[in-house]
């Protein structure tokens, strides 16, 4: 009887020696699943980084555009005040 109990005792050690191996390799692999979260998480970071310097940039743009409508807006203001001047110049030329 105390050799069968000796051979359970020696499979229980055997399966907790597995379960014990086991458990390291699931630690390992969960370990390894975290830096590549983290990593991912890093690069997300990134992204939105650059997201936010992307939306800087394009407000940035929506000011220059706006500045620049305004600017032509002058230029054809000027232009139809040359072309009004032109039309009197040429009034007077005929005369």
Do not use: F, H, P, Y
């Not at 630690?27 to 983290?38: F, L, M, N, T």
């Amino acid at each position: 009887m105390a050799g069968k109990w000796q051979e359970m005792a020696g499979k229980w050690q055997e399966m907790a020696g597995k379960w014990q191996e086991s458990g390291r390799k699931w630690q390992e692999s969960d370990r390894k699943w975290q830096e590549v979260a983290g990593k991912w998480q890093e690069v997300a970071g990134k992204w939105q980084e650059m997201a936010g310097k992307w939306q800087e940039v394009a407000g940035s743009g929506r000011k220059m555009a706006g500045k620049w409508q305004e600017v032509a807006g002058k230029w054809q203001e000027v232009a139809g005040k040359w072309q009004e001047n032109g039309r009197k110049m040429a009034g007077i030329g005929r005369l």
